[in-house]
């Protein structure tokens, strides 16, 4: 049967509809330019999808195409496909080297309509879960090395039900070996050595929904999808319950390529906390705290409630003595007021004094002295 890698047919697909991301993607195998580090994941990102959710996380995943076809259900998250031209494509912020990855997902029904997740690294490594939406009897995998097309690795392991159930796809990913499994079960087994380029470097995530089907694609592309897409028939609805991935790589923060060969052995793991592994892993100051006190042994519990009450206690004489020392300098005060007006009033009684005795006579005025 005639088959097209879905990085072919997906670059038809962007061609044909004008969406194309030509600055997108750096490879570090060109060697002409300098590509930024994959984030790693470093840890396990177990993520169901459900209706508390109003939109991807962008912690986590960046929506490049259809962020108005997601919506969430208790069924997890739903990408709809409505019209002609409608796509959903959400990648994972973080790469893994080498790990695993686990989707629960229900595909999308219609011919020519194509329901993934893949893998795919900034060199071209990829590895691809698909379902075709007219084919209820088996399900496709494949994978690809630095973007070599005309290798061709496709298989298509029997599963039933996969537009109307939940099913398992899990890809486990080693530096020996890529399995595939469906439901818990090994469908395929790839040797690292197998002849063809086995992918070997960081990888990041696409969750994706779109029409190989589409019209306007070309007719290989068609015919891979299996059938023109009819818009009519629609919406296409796909669901993904829930995300596990494990990153081949613990506490490692980022991935560099340290030359052009994309080799395994070229990749450069940096060590430290994830962006992702800090997000999941960041708490309340009140729960930090918590855990701090928690995880204190009784001793430095006592010394701690010791100091607390030998500071509360240094609050109560610290306050204690500025009462007093605010009263003092209170009564000091009124005393002085006290002092003041006697004198003011002894004054007064003099003044009255003499003017009852008349002593305030001409003789002032005279003088010219008077004041009044
Ligand atoms: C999301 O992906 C697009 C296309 O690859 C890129 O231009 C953009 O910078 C990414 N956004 C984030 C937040 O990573
Ligand atoms: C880098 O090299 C590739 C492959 O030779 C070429 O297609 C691309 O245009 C070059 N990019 C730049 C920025 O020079
Ligand atoms: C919804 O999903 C989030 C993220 O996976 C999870 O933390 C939360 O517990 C889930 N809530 C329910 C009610 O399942
Ligand atoms: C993942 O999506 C990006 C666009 O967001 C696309 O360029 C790339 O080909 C997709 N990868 C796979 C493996 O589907
Ligand atoms: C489903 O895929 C299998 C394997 O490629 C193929 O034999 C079968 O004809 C396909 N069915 C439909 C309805 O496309
Ligand atoms: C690509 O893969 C084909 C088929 O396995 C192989 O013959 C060819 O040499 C490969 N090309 C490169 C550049 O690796
Ligand atoms: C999915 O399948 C894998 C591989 O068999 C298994 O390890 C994992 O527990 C399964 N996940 C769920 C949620 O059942
Ligand atoms: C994680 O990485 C950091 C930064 O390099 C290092 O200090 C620490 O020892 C590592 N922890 C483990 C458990 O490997």
Known sequence: MFRF????????LLAAQAFAQTTSE????????????????????????????AEMDPRFFNVTAGASLIKFSQDG??????KHGDSVRVQSDFYIFYGRVEAIMQAAPGTGVISSVNLLSDDLDEIDWEVMGQNTTNVFNNWYGKGNRTQNHGEEPVLADSQTGFHNYTIIWTEQE???????????????????????????????LWA?????????????????????????????KSLKVVDGHTNS?????????????????????????KALNKKSTKQKAEEKWTGLSQTAKIAIAASVCGVLLLV?????????????????????????????????????LKMARGDFAVSHLGHGEAKF
């Open 178 to 208: 890529l399995e595939f499994w469906l439901d818990g079960q090994q469908v395929r087994t790839v040797p690292a050595g197998e002849p063809g380029n086995y992918p070997q470097t960081p990888c990041y995530i696409n969750l994706s």
């Open 26 to 53: 750096c490879n570090p195998t060109w060697g002409n330019v300098t590509c930024p580090d994959n984030a790693a994941l470093g840890t396990t990102f177990d993520y169901p999808f459900n209706d508390t959710m």
């Open 77 to 82: 998250a739903e990408f709809t496909m409505v």
């Open 316 to 352: 109560c004489v610290i306050y204690t003595f500025v009462c007093i020392t605010q009263r003092k300098k209170g009564r000091l005060e009124r005393e002085a007021h006290d002092k003041e007006w006697a004198a003011h009033e002894s004054e007064l009684a003099a003044y009255r």
């Open 5 to 12: 890698s879905f990085a072919a047919a997906a670059a038809a």
């Open 253 to 277: 923060s980022s991935y560099h390529y340290s030359d052009t060969s994309g080799s395994h052995a070229s990749i450069q793991v940096n060590e430290g906390e994830s962006e992702v592994y």
């Open 212 to 240: 190989g089907g589409d019209p306007d694609n070309e007719p290989g592309v068609i015919a891979w999808a299996g059938g023109e897409t009819d818009y009519d028939a629609g919406p296409y609805t796909m669901k993904i």
